[in-house]
């Protein structure tokens, strides 16, 4: 009698824990965040490992696809032009767990892709903080001005600044020797990407110009 209590207590136990175990949550992989920005002139979708990830618009010229989850590590990152279904270019990305990133797109192949690390730790409630970009094949040695003061010389394409310590409030933005210039308000404790892109033999849609990211 002893022994077959014993018995029917030890497969109450392996039936209780097995039910535990199929309790348990099944582990989430760790994930990064990418920005898409298609500076080129034609619309594409961005797919991770053939998955697309802009399920709510095609990224169109000039547009951004907000920051999307990705798997961190190593991963292969897929453009294909829209209404196509053939893969334009194939990008494989390691990627740090919990980081941010921005994609700039002037085309699509690796000469044209410029991947920039959006982890930018600042104080609040002190300075701004600027870096620039230049996203623009066609315009290399580019120099932009705050307040007509020169805090970018001679970007070649694909360069990123160091990031630079500005004052907060609104700031005359140009770049040298264009007619490019437009009014930007930087708020204090706030980190913003400034970035070229287009053509400057382009007007309208895929012309040169520049445009900024709170980051």
Request: with cysteine; proline share 5%; hydrophobic share 40%.
């Amino acid at each position: 009698m002893k022994l077959r209590v014993s018995v029917i207590v030890l497969a109450v136990a392996a039936l209780l824990a097995s039910c535990q175990k199929d309790d348990v949550a099944p582990s989430v992989p760790p994930s990064a965040a990418i920005n898409v920005v298609n500076v080129s002139a034609g619309a594409f979708n961005f797919f991770m490992n053939g998955t697309r990830l802009n399920n709510t618009s095609t990224i169109y010229p000039d547009g951004i696809s907000g920051y999307l989850e990705v798997y961190s590590g190593q991963q292969n990152y897929q453009f294909k032009n829209d209404r196509s279904p053939d893969v334009a270019f194939t990008l494989p990305l390691s990627l740090d767990s919990a980081a941010s990133y921005t994609i700039f797109a002037a085309a699509l192949d690796t000469a044209n892709i410029i991947l920039v690390n959006d982890d930018i730790n600042i104080e609040p409630d002190t300075a701004v903080f600027i870096r620039f970009v230049n996203a623009s094949p066609k315009v290399n040695n580019i120099t932009v001005l705050l307040n007509d003061t020169a805090r970018v010389t001679n970007a070649a394409y694909r360069s990123v600044s160091d990031l630079i310590r500005v004052q907060p409030g609104i700031k005359k933005l140009s770049i040298a020797n264009t007619n490019i210039s437009d009014s930007v308000t930087f708020t204090r404790g706030n980190a913003y990407t400034i970035y070229s892109k287009g053509d400057p033999a382009i007007t309208g849609d895929g012309g040169f110009g520049l445009r900024i990211i709170q980051n």
